[in-house]
């Protein structure tokens, strides 16, 4: 690969890194203006443009005009797009000091420090916005990265997510204290476990106890994120929650249903069982995974149980289907390995599952006139990569360049250019050290 960077003014690149996500207009300074030259650009609703330019000012872009000018980033030669959202993360979760998955991580300190390297690993990656469902620590990290304290994607949190757990999940009224609790901690969406395993799919919640989380959540103006396997599709379907996660073994009919109600899928096709089987001995006698290695075994089979459910659900028409990876401990900033499954071994064509990260995902959150398409008025986050992911997937290993609200945090990969790599350091630690 080899493509150039037009040099542009160092103070001009410092000064629109300094932004970060906050608007120049707050500190009175005029705003640079952007361009950025594509001859491939994917705008992630499905559309490919060719020898265009996207202008960005402050943390926007203003424009797509072939004729802008002058050039301040030289992107041709790689594939340009939306930088990418995972609407299924647990950004918080790493592996302990012992190296064990849910052992403690060290002082406080060192876990906040893991918690950041996830969030920087996962923005390199080319993951722009996440969703991130289980955890209270993802409150403080998104309101550091949203402050432009530390480097990270867009994170939208559910905080503590409801479990169910039968009758002692609560009363349908207990159930909406819960998830008023959620909203005032700051959650942005609420996680629900309607079940726990695609092996022991049983109910945990019933009928009326997910429909009290559902429409509670509702009232509050939050979107629901359903963990249901099997039966409790149909039952999530009935309730009128938002989205459902995995979803694997539902019938035809449940998905059905849910294209009729414009629920959402999101669906995984491998990354995050690859991972259990590569980290084994990092899972193994932890909560919830075997006690013995050999019983990382039969997770190989479930691999192809869930690629057959993928190719089914994007058989059913209109069913709205999300990228989400599942990324846990040892899958962070490998979340595109999810695009390589779908492609590769489930037989996805790509432009549908780069626009599953893209335009669909946003939508999916409320945020597509926001994010997740290359268009005027939206944030100018947008990542290129070395390949052509239409042609190639595992071009999505290969991403090198990240911009994130009008910030630049990844220039890689420039031959014989050490001044834009001392440049793309400068503007990293520039961001950081704030
Ligand atoms: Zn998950």
New binding site residues.
């Given amino acids: 690969m080899s493509f150039a960077i037009a040099v542009p003014c160092l103070l001009c690149i410092l000064f629109a890194s300094a932004m970060g996500e906050s608007s120049s207009r707050s500190s009175g300074l005029p705003t640079k203006r952007i361009v950025i030259a594509a001859s491939t650009l994917l705008d992630g609703k499905g559309h490919v443009l060719h020898d265009t330019r996207v202008v960005v000012e402050g943390s926007k872009i203003i424009a797509v005009d072939p004729m802008a000018a002058p050039i301040d980033y030289d992107l041709r030669g790689l594939t340009v797009l939306p930088g990418w959202i995972d609407s ?1 993360v ?1 950004i918080a979760w790493s592996f302990g000091k012992d190296g064990k998955s849910g052992s403690p991580g060290g002082t406080p300190a060192e876990i906040a420090y893991s918690i950041a390297a996830n969030a920087w690993v996962t923005l390199m990656a080319g993951f722009t916005t996440v969703q991130s ?2 955890s209270p620590a993802d409150v403080p990290l998104r309101d550091a990265i949203a402050k432009g304290e530390i480097p990270g994607p867009r994170v939208l949190t559910s905080a503590e997510p409801l479990m169910g757990q039968g009758e002692k999940s609560g009363t349908p009224e207990q159930i909406r204290e819960f998830v008023r609790k959620q909203k005032a901690a700051g959650a942005d969406l609420i996680k629900i476990f309607a079940n726990y395993s695609v092996r022991k799919p049983d109910l945990m919640l019933s009928q009326e106890q997910l429909g009290a989380a559902c429409d509670e959540a509702k009232k509050l103006g939050l979107r629901t994120l359903v ?1 249901a396997y099997g039966e409790a599709v149909h039952d999530v379907t009935v309730a009128g929650c938002t989205e459902i ?1 995995h979803g694997v073994l539902a019938t035809d009919a449940d998905l059905k249903r849910m294209a009729e109600k414009g629920i959402w899928l999101d669906p995984q096709a491998g990354l ?1 069982w690859e991972n259990y089987l590569q980290n084994r001995e990092k899972f193994v006698g932890t909560p919830g995974y075997p006690a013995t290695l050999d019983g990382f075994a039969s997770m190989e089979t479930l691999i192809p149980i869930y690629r057959d459910f993928m190719k089914r659900a994007y058989k059913i028409p209109n069913l709205k289907i999300v990228f989400g990876s ?1 990324a ?1 401990a040892g899958a962070h900033g490998r979340n595109a390995e999810e695009f390589v499954d779908r492609v590769r071994d489930a037989g996805l064509d790509p432009m549908t599952a780069m626009v599953s990260a893209n335009s669909l995902a946003a939508e999916a959150m409320g945020l597509g006139d926001q994010i997740g398409s290359i268009a005027p008025g939206t944030q100018a986050d947008i990542i290129a990569l070395d390949g052509d992911p239409m042609t190639d997937i595992t071009a999505v290993r290969r991403v090198v360049f990240v911009m994130k609200g009008g910030v630049v945090y990844k220039i890689a990969g420039i031959p014989g250019s050490p001044d834009m790599k001392a440049l793309s350091n400068t503007q990293t630690s520039q961001h950081t050290s704030r």
């Fill in positions: 299924h647990h469902v289980g963990h996660e995050v599942d846990v």
